[in-house]
């Protein structure tokens, strides 16, 4: 199963910021949307962000404002820019892409990446 590679998690006080890196092996031919869903402890996986190649964009209501997606096409890679972070941020991040679009913009996550933990802790 090819997977998504992330980077960019870690520990961080409410009000900082992170940013989020994910890569697509090259053997993934043609993604479309790519994007990040995150999971809390007890609870179920979100969807928050997605772009497509075109660079439409999704975001949820709990980030809009605060988060930042963009790609580079070229390499196929995506990030997350997390800014005024909330403790309610915390969660483990979850990397995903789609061969094909759908609209409304949505990701339903054909490829996915292993995670990355973010925590938002004073």
């Known amino acids: 199963q090819v997977q998504l590679v992330e980077s960019g998690g870690g520990l961080v006080q409410p009000g900082g910021s992170l940013r989020l890196s994910c890569v697509a092996p090259?053997?993934?031919?043609?993604?479309?949307?790519m994007g990040w869903y995150r999971q809390a402890p007890g609870k179920q996986r979100e969807l928050i962000a997605a772009?497509?190649?075109?660079?439409?964009?999704y975001y949820a209501e709990s980030v809009k404002g605060r988060f930042t997606i963009s790609r580079d096409n070229a390499k196929n890679t995506v990030y997350l820019q997390m800014n005024s972070l909330k403790l309610e941020d915390t969660a483990v991040y979850y990397c995903?892409?789609?061969?094909?679009?759908?609209?409304?913009?949505?990701?339903?996550?054909?490829?996915w990446g292993q995670g990355t933990q973010v925590t938002v802790s004073s």
């Open positions: 995903a892409a789609d061969l094909y679009p759908r609209s409304p913009i949505t990701l339903q996550g054909d490829f």
């Open positions: 090259r053997s993934i031919f043609s993604i479309n949307t």
């Open positions: 772009i497509t190649t075109d660079g439409g964009t």
